[in-house]
């Protein structure tokens, strides 16, 4: 079957996709991710493709190596499937997923997105002392709702919708007893679940500002070009074409909340038919499962998933 190139998008993962073993059957039967990961390697002064291949897992948690990390099996990832005749009409990612998409876009050098997020993860960690912040997944409520019980949970402190993922799923940040009140409250005001998340700081929240802060002097001592393809903003969930605007939006997110389910939306509106997800894990794939279950969902992780994507789309393989 030959797809319309034109109605495809490539979804790039975010924080929470890692696992020991990534891209290693990538980097063991193409030399384009091979070449990519000793990039990597070089751009940051350490072995990173032995952390992404062999763990442990306990440090591709720690989030300076985790970002850089699927950073790179991404980007990996996506110059394998770009050489078996990949081309997209948009690019879009989640969160740190950005970096990857503006990457494969060539907005941004992928030495310049590796140090970029390796400081970025690192700004984050250090920007709210361990255990005074939170994130908490709220499940099965409408975003005025969520809005509302941040609202009430905060008294005088932070809480804030984080993530709109889709509408079955709104991550909420903050200061740890805010978010769990809200937690609390969401479990009052008929949500089908709320829990606590397994993360070392209050990603996209207001208390991300000294972190922004410090990235934003990073970001903007680097070059950056005009996107080859559109990548769509997190923040504004509309095309990225200019070169300032990109390093803007990257400079916003940190403090701003992830509009996936409005991103994808918009994408849909375009005609996007097709999503590959290119990169570690399928989390994407199911978030986009729950904002629209008639659209095709494809990924690219290894090198079964290269195939049966290769195979779908009708590209040269």
Request: contains cysteine.
């Amino acid at each position: 079957m030959q797809i319309d190139l034109r109605s495809v998008a490539v979804l790039f993962p975010g924080q929470g996709s890692q696992f020991a073993g990534m891209g290693k059957e990538l980097a063991d039967n193409h030399t384009i991710a091979r070449q990519t990961f000793e990039q990597a390697d070089e751009a940051l002064g350490y072995k990173l493709s032995e952390l992404c291949f062999d763990g442990p897992e306990e440090n591709l948690q720690l989030t300076e190596i985790t970002q850089p990390a699927i950073l790179t099996v991404s980007v990996a990832a996506w110059r394998v499937f770009q050489e078996n005749g990949a081309k997209p009409a948009f690019f879009a990612g989640h969160s740190l997923g950005e970096y990857s998409a503006h990457v494969a876009a060539g907005t941004l050098s992928f030495e310049d997105a590796v140090r970029a997020v390796r400081n970025r993860g690192k700004y984050m960690q250090e920007a709210v002392p361990a255990g005074v912040g939170a994130m908490a997944a709220i499940l099965g409520m409408k975003l005025e709702d969520v809005a509302a019980l941040c609202l009430d949970a905060a008294q005088g402190e932070v809480c804030e919708p984080a993530n709109i993922n889709s509408p079955e799923q709104i991550v909420i940040s903050g200061h740890a007893a805010a978010v769990q009140r809200g937690a609390e409250l969401a479990g009052q005001r008929g949500a089908k679940r709320a829990k606590l998340l397994p993360v070392s700081a209050p990603f996209h929240c207001s208390l991300m500002k000294p972190a922004q802060d410090r990235l934003a002097a990073d970001l903007r001592s680097l070059n950056f070009s005009r996107p080859q393809l559109p990548v769509i903003s997190n923040v504004d969930a509309s095309p990225l074409e200019q070169a300032e605007a990109s390093r803007d939006a990257l400079i916003r997110q940190v403090t701003d909340a992830v509009n996936w389910e409005q991103s994808m939306r918009w994408l849909i509106a375009q005609g996007v038919q097709t999503f590959v997800e290119v990169g570690p894990g399928r989390v994407l794939f199911g978030l986009l499962r729950q904002i629209d279950r008639t659209k095709t969902s494809l990924n690219v992780g290894d090198e079964a998933s290269l195939r049966k994507t290769v195979d779908q789309l009708g590209v040269a393989f």
